[in-house]
C-alpha cells in the first residue's frame, strides 16, 4: 500500500500532433525539497494529473503532514480553470463527512499557481486494489464499498452536490477500512454559477458515465448518475470488463453517449441473481428507471450483503458495515466457491463412433427437424408439439445412457463434442451456433432431469434473432440466463477480453495505460485545449480558448494568422468546406483505387448518426456530398459515383442499423420526466431513403428481406420491395429462405416478382415454395405457377380435399385470393354435400368465404340456404354450420331474403339452439341496418 494525496483524472482526448514543450513530471519533481509560502515542504511526489501535480509535504513549524495539490501553470493562467480548480476545496468542505477528503487550506504559490492543502490518505484505491485481486473482487468485497461510497453520496446529494466522477480511481480505501470519495473537482453544486460547458462536452470518465452526461446535458445531470457510476463500478470490479471499451477515448464517449449499457449477465452470469438486477438497475438507460436517491440504493445493497452473509454492524459507526474477511480467510474462500462454477475437463477427441457423438448427433437431427417447425407454425401446431416430443425422447434417452456426456462446446458454425461435429446446420439455422458464440457462449450441458418445458424454453432461445428480439443492450446470453433453465448448464466468456493468457495480460497493461493517457497529454501539451475547452461558455470564449492552444502550441506567426482567419469561419462555411474536403478526398481515393479509405471513415460517421437518431443530419450530408461529387466530377460517368458513395457509406451492416433504429419505437417521456429522443419521421425516412436504396446493389438484399416483414410504415416498406425487385434476378433462391419466415401479406408481392419474371430461378424458387411446410406460401407458390385458372382450381381443391387441414384453410384462401372463378360450382357442391358439417370449423368458415368472394350472389343465396336448413332437434355439427352462415350474411348480406332467415333463425324454436339465436339476431340487425330497416321488440320488421 502507499500513501498518496488526491490526483484529478479527468478524461482529455490524446493529442492529435506532439510539441517540444518541457516535461511536465521534470518541471513537477523540481519542485522537491522546496517549500512553499514559507509554510509547507515538499517531500515526494505523489502524481501528476492532466491538470494538476500532487505531493506528500510537511509544515515545516508543526510537522503536520499533507498533501499539497498544484495547479500546472499553464491553466493557472485561466481565470475559468482556476476557479474550477479551487471549487474542489469548497465543495469538499461542504459536507462534514468521514467519507469525503478534508480541504485543509487553499493558497497561491510563489508563481501565482492556486494549490489546495489535503489531508493526506493511507491505503490504496479501488482501482489499484483491483488490479491487486487479478481484475475480479469478491461480491461481499464488491457490495461493501458501494454502500459505504452510497453512504457518502447520501450527505452530498441532499445538499444538491453530485460528484459527477466516480470510478475505481476516485474511491480510497485507508488502511482504517474506510472509504473516502477523491477528486471533486468536477462536481456540481445545484444552482453553482459558471458551470456550463461547450455543447457536446463532457466532463467525466466514459467507461463511468451515466449516457446524459456523456450526451453533455448538463441540467440533466442529477444524483442518478453518480448511482450510475456506483453501478458501472460494481459491473467492472464484478466481472473484469469496464463499461464502453472504445478504441479512443473519444469513442468511448460517443458509446457512453449513445448505447446502453449490457446486463451484467452477460459477461458473469454466474453471479448472484439479486447482484445483477441491482447492478442491471443502476445502469438503466431512462435514469427514471435506477434507483431514486443514494439512500434507496443503498438499502438494496444492505439486502443483497445480508444475503450472502457478509453485513455485521461496524461498532465505530452504526451506519457503516464492516469490511468482508480477507480473501484467504475460511469465509471468503467459502464465498468464492459458491460464486465461481465448477471447472470441467474436456477429453481427447472422440472416435467417429463413440456412443455420445451418436447420441448427440441424433439429438441435433431431430433438432433441425423442430427448430422449423416452431418457426414455420409456432407452438400450438400439432407438428411442431409432436417434433418437440421426439427431440425430448432422444435426449432423455442420451442421458439415461450416461447423464454426464451430454454436452457439447461451440464454434461460430457448428456444435462440438469432444472435438467431433455432432450440428452443423445449414441456413438459416447456421444463425443458432453464430449467435449464441457471439454472445460468449461456448459450452452446453444438459442435466437428467431435463423436463420438455425447459426443452421448449431453451429453443425459443436458439431462435431468437438479436436484431429482432431483443433491445440492443441484451444478447443471447442474457436471454438464456433469464430463463433461468435448471437442468441447462452453460459456460459464457467475455467475448472483448477472450484469448490466450498473453492476449489477456497484453488487454490489463492496456486498460491500465488508458487513465494515463490523459498525464502523457499534459506532459506532451497539446492538452491545453481540450482543458481550455471545459469552461467554455460562448462560441465566442472558444475562439479565444483556441487562440491561447495555437500560443501554447508555439505556432509561428504566420501560422497563427492561418488558423485564426479559418476560425472565424461561419459555422455554415465549415460544413460547405468540409463537403468539398470529403468529395475531393473521394475522388482522389477513387482515382487510386482506395476508395475504402474515404467510405468507411463515412460509413462509421452515418452509424454514429444512426445511434444518435439524427436521420436528417444524415441524409442532408449523404445528398450534399453527392451534389459536390456531380459538381466536381464530369457528368458523363452516368451516376457511377452516386452509387459507389451510397455503396461505400450505407454498406449493409450500416443499412440494417439505420433500418432497425429507424424502425424502433421511442416512447416519449410523460410530462415533468426526462426527456427522450423524438419519434422518428418514418415518412421522411422512407421518402430519403428510396433514392439511396436504388443506388444499392444485391448486398443489401438480405438486410431488406430482414427489415421488410417487420415494418409496418406502408411507404418504408413500398421502398424495400422496391429495392428487393430491382435486385432479385439472379437471387431469388437466396430469398426463399427468408420469405418462409413472412406474413403471407409481405411475401405475396415479392412471390408476384417471381411469378412476373419467370426466369429459371425465380421458377425454381417457385418450384421449392410450392413443397415447403408453409402451407399459404405452398398454396400461393401453386398458384403463380399454374398456367390457367382451371390448373390452379385443379391442384387447390385437390389440397382442399386431401390435404391435412393447414393446408386446406390454406388453398381455400388462395382460390379467394386469386378470384378463380372455376372454383365456384365445385364449392357450391363441396358446401351442400352433408359431409360438410364434418370439417374442421375452420375450413368451413373458408368455404363459406372463398365461395361468396368468387360469386356474392350464390354465396349469399346457399349461406341463407344453410341458415334455414335444420331438424326437429338441433344438431351441434349443422348448428356450427349454421351459426358460420349467420355470421356471413350478418357481415355480407344486404337482401330482404337474408334478413328474413335471420329473423327466423333467432326465434325461440327446438332446432335453433342459444348460440344460433344469437349469432343470428346480431345478423338481423346488422343486414336490417344496411337496408334502412328497424326491427321491432316482437322480433318483426314493420
Same mark, same amino acid.
Given at each position: 500500500?502507499?500513501?498518496?494525496?488526491?490526483?484529478?483524472?479527468?478524461?482529455?482526448?490524446?493529442?492529435?500532433?506532439?510539441?517540444?514543450?518541457?516535461?511536465?513530471?521534470?518541471?513537477?519533481?523540481?519542485?522537491?525539497?522546496?517549500?512553499?509560502?514559507?509554510?509547507?515542504?515538499?517531500?515526494?511526489?505523489?502524481?501528476?494529473?492532466?491538470?494538476?501535480?500532487?505531493?506528500?509535504?510537511?509544515?515545516?513549524?508543526?510537522?503536520?503532514?499533507?498533501?499539497?495539490?498544484?495547479?500546472?501553470?499553464?491553466?493557472?493562467?485561466?481565470?475559468?480553470?482556476?476557479?474550477?480548480?479551487?471549487?474542489?476545496?469548497?465543495?469538499?468542505?461542504? $459536507?462534514? #463527512?468521514?467519507?469525503?477528503?478534508?480541504?485543509?487550506?487553499?493558497?497561491?504559490?510563489?508563481?501565482?499557481?492556486?494549490?489546495?492543502?489535503?489531508?493526506?490518505?493511507?491505503?490504496?484505491?479501488?482501482?489499484?486494489?483491483?488490479?491487486?485481486?487479478?481484475?475480479?473482487?469478491?461480491?461481499?468485497?464488491?457490495?461493501?464499498?458501494?454502500?459505504?461510497?452510497?453512504?457518502?453520496?447520501?450527505?452530498?446529494?441532499?445538499?444538491?452536490?453530485? #460528484?459527477?466522477?466516480?470510478?475505481?480511481?476516485?474511491?480510497?480505501?485507508?488502511?482504517?477500512?474506510?472509504?473516502?470519495?477523491?477528486?471533486?473537482?468536477?462536481?456540481?453544486?445545484?444552482?453553482?454559477?459558471?458551470?456550463?460547458?461547450?455543447?457536446?462536452?463532457?466532463?467525466?470518465?466514459?467507461?463511468?458515465?451515466?449516457?446524459?452526461?456523456?450526451?453533455?446535458?448538463?441540467?440533466?445531470?442529477?444524483?442518478?448518475?453518480?448511482?450510475?457510476?456506483?453501478?458501472?463500478?460494481?459491473?467492472?470490479?464484478?466481472?473484469?470488463?469496464?463499461?464502453?471499451?472504445?478504441?479512443?477515448?473519444?469513442?468511448?464517449?460517443?458509446?457512453?453517449?449513445?448505447?446502453?449499457?449490457?446486463?451484467?449477465?452477460?459477461?458473469?452470469?454466474?453471479?448472484?441473481?439479486?447482484?445483477?438486477?441491482?447492478?442491471?438497475?443502476?445502469?438503466?438507460?431512462?435514469?427514471?428507471?435506477?434507483?431514486?436517491?443514494?439512500?434507496?440504493?443503498?438499502?438494496?445493497?444492505?439486502?443483497?450483503?445480508?444475503?450472502?452473509?457478509?453485513? %455485521?454492524?461496524?461498532?465505530?459507526?452504526?451506519?457503516?458495515?464492516?469490511?468482508?474477511?480477507?480473501?484467504?480467510?475460511?469465509?471468503?474462500?467459502?464465498?468464492?466457491?459458491?460464486?465461481?462454477?465448477?471447472? #470441467?475437463?474436456?477429453?481427447?477427441?472422440?472416435?467417429?463412433?463413440?456412443?455420445? %457423438?451418436?447420441?448427440?448427433?441424433?439429438?441435433?437431427?431431430?433438432?433441425?427437424?423442430?427448430?422449423?417447425?416452431?418457426?414455420?407454425?409456432?407452438?400450438?401446431?400439432?407438428?411442431?408439439?409432436?417434433?418437440?416430443?421426439?427431440?425430448?425422447?432422444? $435426449?432423455?434417452?442420451?442421458?439415461?445412457?450416461?447423464?454426464?456426456?451430454?454436452?457439447?462446446?461451440?464454434?461460430?458454425?457448428?456444435?462440438?463434442?469432444?472435438?467431433?461435429?455432432?450440428?452443423?446446420?445449414?441456413?438459416?439455422?447456421?444463425?443458432?451456433?453464430?449467435?449464441?458464440?457471439?454472445?460468449?457462449?461456448?459450452?452446453?450441458?444438459?442435466?437428467?432431469?431435463?423436463?420438455?418445458?425447459?426443452?421448449?424454453?431453451?429453443?425459443?432461445?436458439?431462435?431468437?434473432d438479436p436484431l429482432r428480439d431483443l433491445a440492443p443492450e441484451d444478447d443471447v446470453a442474457a436471454a438464456l440466463w433469464e430463463r433461468r433453465l435448471e437442468h441447462v448448464r452453460y459456460d459464457v466468456v467475455s467475448v472483448f477480453v477472450e484469448g490466450d493468457a498473453a492476449d489477456r495480460e497484453q488487454f490489463w497493461h492496456e486498460a491500465d495505460d488508458l487513465e494515463g493517457m490523459a498525464r502523457r497529454a499534459a506532459e506532451e501539451k497539446a492538452n491545453r485545449a481540450e482543458a481550455a475547452a471545459m469552461v467554455i461558455d460562448t462560441d465566442a470564449a472558444a475562439l479565444r480558448a483556441a487562440r491561447r492552444a495555437a500560443s501554447a502550441l508555439a505556432l509561428d506567426p504566420v501560422a497563427q494568422r492561418a488558423l485564426g482567419t479559418q476560425l472565424v469561419m461561419s459555422p455554415d462555411r465549415w460544413s460547405e468546406r468540409f463537403v468539398e474536403v470529403v468529395a475531393d478526398a473521394f475522388l482522389?481515393?477513387?482515382?487510386?483505387?482506395?476508395?475504402?479509405?474515404?467510405?468507411?471513415?463515412?460509413?462509421?460517421?452515418?452509424?454514429?448518426?444512426?445511434?444518435?437518431?439524427?436521420?436528417?443530419?444524415?441524409?442532408?450530408?449523404?445528398?450534399?456530398?453527392?451534389?459536390?461529387?456531380?459538381?466536381?466530377?464530369?457528368?458523363?460517368?452516368?451516376?457511377?459515383?452516386?452509387?459507389?458513395?451510397?455503396?461505400?457509406?450505407?454498406?449493409?451492416?450500416?443499412?440494417?442499423?439505420?433500418?432497425?433504429?429507424?424502425?424502433?419505437?421511442?416512447?416519449?417521456?410523460?410530462?415533468?420526466?426526462?426527456?427522450?429522443?423524438?419519434?422518428?419521421?418514418?415518412?421522411?425516412?422512407?421518402?430519403?431513403?428510396?433514392?439511396?436504396?436504388?443506388?444499392?446493389?444485391?448486398?443489401?438484399?438480405?438486410?431488406?428481406?430482414?427489415?421488410?416483414?417487420?415494418?409496418?410504415?406502408?411507404?418504408?416498406?413500398?421502398?424495400?420491395?422496391? #429495392?428487393?425487385?430491382?435486385?432479385?434476378?439472379?437471387?431469388?433462391?437466396?430469398?426463399?429462405?427468408?420469405?418462409?419466415?413472412?406474413?403471407?401479406?409481405?411475401a405475396r408481392p415479392i412471390l408476384k416478382m417471381f411469378a412476373a419474371s419467370r426466369t429459371q430461378g425465380a421458377l425454381g424458387a417457385l418450384k421449392r415454395l410450392s413443397g415447403c411446410a408453409n402451407a399459404a406460401l405452398r398454396c400461393e407458390a401453386i398458384a403463380h405457377l399454374a398456367t390457367s385458372p382451371e390448373q390452379i382450381r385443379d391442384e387447390l381443391l385437390s389440397l382442399a380435399e386431401s390435404a391435412p387441414p393447414d393446408v386446406r384453410v390454406a388453398a381455400l384462401r388462395t382460390l379467394a385470393h386469386h378470384q378463380v372463378r372455376a372454383a365456384g360450382p365445385l364449392l357450391v357442391r363441396r358446401v351442400q354435400d352433408s359431409s360438410f358439417h364434418q370439417l374442421t370449423l375452420d375450413e368451413r368458415r373458408e368455404f363459406l368465404g372463398a365461395l361468396y368472394t368468387l360469386n356474392p350472389a350464390r354465396g349469399e343465396s346457399v349461406a341463407v340456404e344453410l341458415l334455414q336448413r335444420?331438424?326437429?332437434?338441433?344438431?351441434?355439427?349443422?348448428?356450427?354450420?349454421?351459426?358460420?352462415?349467420?355470421?356471413?350474411?350478418?357481415?355480407?348480406?344486404?337482401?330482404?331474403?337474408?334478413?328474413?332467415?335471420?329473423?327466423?333463425?333467432?326465434?325461440?324454436?327446438?332446432?335453433?339452439?342459444?348460440?344460433?339465436?344469437?349469432?343470428?339476431?346480431?345478423?338481423?340487425?346488422?343486414?336490417?341496418?344496411?337496408?334502412?330497416?328497424?326491427?321491432?321488440?316482437?322480433?318483426?320488421?314493420?
Amino acid at each position: 500500500m502507499t500513501s498518496r494525496g488526491v490526483l484529478p483524472e479527468s478524461v482529455i482526448p490524446p493529442p492529435s500532433e506532439v510539441t517540444d514543450a518541457p516535461d511536465e513530471k521534470q518541471r513537477a519533481r523540481a519542485r522537491l525539497g522546496m517549500t512553499v509560502k514559507n509554510k509547507w515542504r515538499i517531500d515526494s511526489l505523489l502524481g501528476v494529473g492532466g491538470m494538476a501535480s500532487v505531493y506528500a509535504a510537511t509544515h515545516h513549524r508543526n510537522g503536520s503532514r499533507a498533501a499539497l495539490k498544484i495547479l500546472h501553470a499553464e491553466f493557472a493562467r485561466d481565470v475559468g480553470i482556476r476557479e474550477r480548480f479551487l471549487r474542489e476545496g469548497y465543495v469538499a468542505n461542504k $459536507i462534514d #463527512h468521514p467519507g469525503r477528503v478534508a480541504i485543509l487550506d487553499d493558497d497561491i504559490t510563489e508563481q501565482d499557481e492556486p494549490f489546495l492543502v489535503m489531508e493526506l490518505l493511507d491505503g490504496e484505491t479501488v482501482q489499484q486494489l483491483w488490479k491487486r485481486k487479478s481484475r475480479k473482487l469478491p461480491v461481499a468485497e464488491a457490495l461493501w464499498i458501494a454502500g459505504e461510497v452510497l453512504l457518502t453520496l447520501e450527505s452530498f446529494h441532499a445538499e444538491g452536490i453530485v #460528484h459527477r466522477d466516480l470510478k475505481p480511481a476516485n474511491i480510497f480505501i485507508t488502511k482504517d477500512n474506510v472509504v473516502k470519495l477523491l477528486d471533486f473537482g468536477v462536481a456540481r453544486m445545484r444552482g453553482a454559477p459558471g458551470d456550463k460547458t461547450k455543447a457536446g462536452t463532457a466532463l467525466g470518465t466514459p467507461s463511468f458515465m451515466a449516457p446524459e452526461q456523456a450526451m453533455g446535458l448538463t441540467e440533466g445531470v442529477d444524483g442518478r448518475a453518480d448511482l450510475f457510476s456506483i453501478g458501472a463500478t460494481l459491473y467492472a470490479v464484478l466481472s473484469g470488463q469496464r463499461l464502453h471499451q472504445g478504441r479512443s477515448d473519444n469513442e468511448a464517449f460517443i458509446l457512453a453517449a449513445t448505447t446502453p449499457a449490457p446486463s451484467l449477465a452477460r459477461i458473469a452470469p454466474e453471479l448472484p441473481a439479486s447482484v445483477i438486477g441491482l447492478v442491471d438497475k443502476a445502469l438503466a438507460w431512462d435514469k427514471r428507471n435506477r434507483f431514486e436517491s443514494a439512500a434507496q440504493m443503498r438499502q438494496e445493497v444492505l439486502r443483497v450483503l445480508e444475503e450472502v452473509g457478509a453485513s %455485521v454492524p461496524r461498532r465505530s459507526s452504526p451506519t457503516s458495515t464492516r469490511r468482508p474477511p480477507p480473501d484467504d480467510s475460511p469465509t471468503a474462500v467459502g464465498m468464492r466457491a459458491a460464486e465461481e462454477p465448477a471447472p #470441467h475437463d474436456e477429453p481427447g477427441e472422440a472416435e467417429p463412433d463413440d456412443p455420445a %457423438v451418436t447420441r448427440l448427433t441424433e439429438v441435433f437431427r431431430r433438432m433441425e427437424r423442430l427448430l422449423p417447425a416452431v418457426r414455420h407454425y409456432g407452438w400450438t401446431h400439432p407438428d411442431a408439439d409432436n417434433k418437440l416430443r421426439a427431440t425430448f425422447q432422444a $435426449i432423455v434417452e442420451a442421458l439415461r445412457a450416461d447423464g454426464s456426456l451430454v454436452h457439447w462446446t461451440l464454434t461460430p458454425y457448428a456444435f462440438e463434442h469432444r472435438r467431433r461435429t455432432v450440428w452443423e446446420p445449414s441456413h438459416p439455422l447456421d444463425l443458432v451456433p453464430y449467435n449464441l458464440f457471439a454472445a460468449g457462449v461456448r459450452r452446453v450441458q444438459l442435466l437428467p432431469g431435463i423436463t420438455e418445458d425447459e426443452l421448449r424454453a431453451l429453443c425459443e432461445v436458439l431462435l431468437l434473432d438479436p436484431l429482432r428480439d431483443l433491445a440492443p443492450e441484451d444478447d443471447v446470453a442474457a436471454a438464456l440466463w433469464e430463463r433461468r433453465l435448471e437442468h441447462v448448464r452453460y459456460d459464457v466468456v467475455s467475448v472483448f477480453v477472450e484469448g490466450d493468457a498473453a492476449d489477456r495480460e497484453q488487454f490489463w497493461h492496456e486498460a491500465d495505460d488508458l487513465e494515463g493517457m490523459a498525464r502523457r497529454a499534459a506532459e506532451e501539451k497539446a492538452n491545453r485545449a481540450e482543458a481550455a475547452a471545459m469552461v467554455i461558455d460562448t462560441d465566442a470564449a472558444a475562439l479565444r480558448a483556441a487562440r491561447r492552444a495555437a500560443s501554447a502550441l508555439a505556432l509561428d506567426p504566420v501560422a497563427q494568422r492561418a488558423l485564426g482567419t479559418q476560425l472565424v469561419m461561419s459555422p455554415d462555411r465549415w460544413s460547405e468546406r468540409f463537403v468539398e474536403v470529403v468529395a475531393d478526398a473521394f475522388l482522389n481515393a477513387r482515382r487510386y483505387k482506395d476508395v475504402e479509405l474515404v467510405t468507411e471513415p463515412m460509413a462509421a460517421s452515418a452509424r454514429d448518426l444512426i445511434l444518435a437518431r439524427r436521420f436528417e443530419v444524415l441524409f442532408g450530408m449523404h445528398d450534399a456530398i453527392e451534389k459536390a461529387l456531380d459538381a466536381l466530377a464530369p457528368r458523363q460517368q452516368g451516376g457511377a459515383l452516386a452509387t459507389e458513395l451510397a455503396r461505400g457509406m450505407f454498406p449493409p451492416d450500416t443499412m440494417r442499423l439505420l433500418l432497425r433504429e429507424a424502425t424502433r419505437i421511442v416512447t416519449t417521456a410523460a410530462p415533468g420526466g426526462a426527456a427522450q429522443p423524438a419519434p422518428v419521421d418514418l415518412d421522411l425516412v422512407a421518402q430519403r431513403l428510396a433514392p439511396i436504396l436504388h443506388k444499392l446493389g444485391s448486398e443489401t438484399l438480405p438486410v431488406a428481406m430482414e427489415v421488410v416483414g417487420h415494418t409496418g410504415h406502408e411507404a418504408l416498406r413500398r421502398a424495400l420491395l422496391g #429495392h428487393v425487385e430491382r435486385t432479385l434476378p439472379g437471387h431469388e433462391e437466396g430469398v426463399v429462405d427468408a420469405l418462409m419466415t413472412l406474413d403471407l401479406d409481405v411475401a405475396r408481392p415479392i412471390l408476384k416478382m417471381f411469378a412476373a419474371s419467370r426466369t429459371q430461378g425465380a421458377l425454381g424458387a417457385l418450384k421449392r415454395l410450392s413443397g415447403c411446410a408453409n402451407a399459404a406460401l405452398r398454396c400461393e407458390a401453386i398458384a403463380h405457377l399454374a398456367t390457367s385458372p382451371e390448373q390452379i382450381r385443379d391442384e387447390l381443391l385437390s389440397l382442399a380435399e386431401s390435404a391435412p387441414p393447414d393446408v386446406r384453410v390454406a388453398a381455400l384462401r388462395t382460390l379467394a385470393h386469386h378470384q378463380v372463378r372455376a372454383a365456384g360450382p365445385l364449392l357450391v357442391r363441396r358446401v351442400q354435400d352433408s359431409s360438410f358439417h364434418q370439417l374442421t370449423l375452420d375450413e368451413r368458415r373458408e368455404f363459406l368465404g372463398a365461395l361468396y368472394t368468387l360469386n356474392p350472389a350464390r354465396g349469399e343465396s346457399v349461406a341463407v340456404e344453410l341458415l334455414q336448413r335444420h331438424g326437429l332437434l338441433a344438431d351441434d355439427a349443422a348448428e356450427q354450420t349454421r351459426c358460420l352462415s349467420a355470421e356471413l350474411l350478418g357481415r355480407e348480406a344486404r337482401s330482404q331474403e337474408a334478413l328474413d332467415a335471420a329473423l327466423a333463425a333467432s326465434k325461440r324454436r327446438p332446432w335453433n339452439s342459444q348460440a344460433l339465436r344469437d349469432a343470428a339476431g346480431a345478423a338481423a340487425e346488422a343486414i336490417a341496418a344496411r337496408l334502412g330497416k328497424r326491427i321491432s321488440t316482437a322480433g318483426e320488421v314493420p
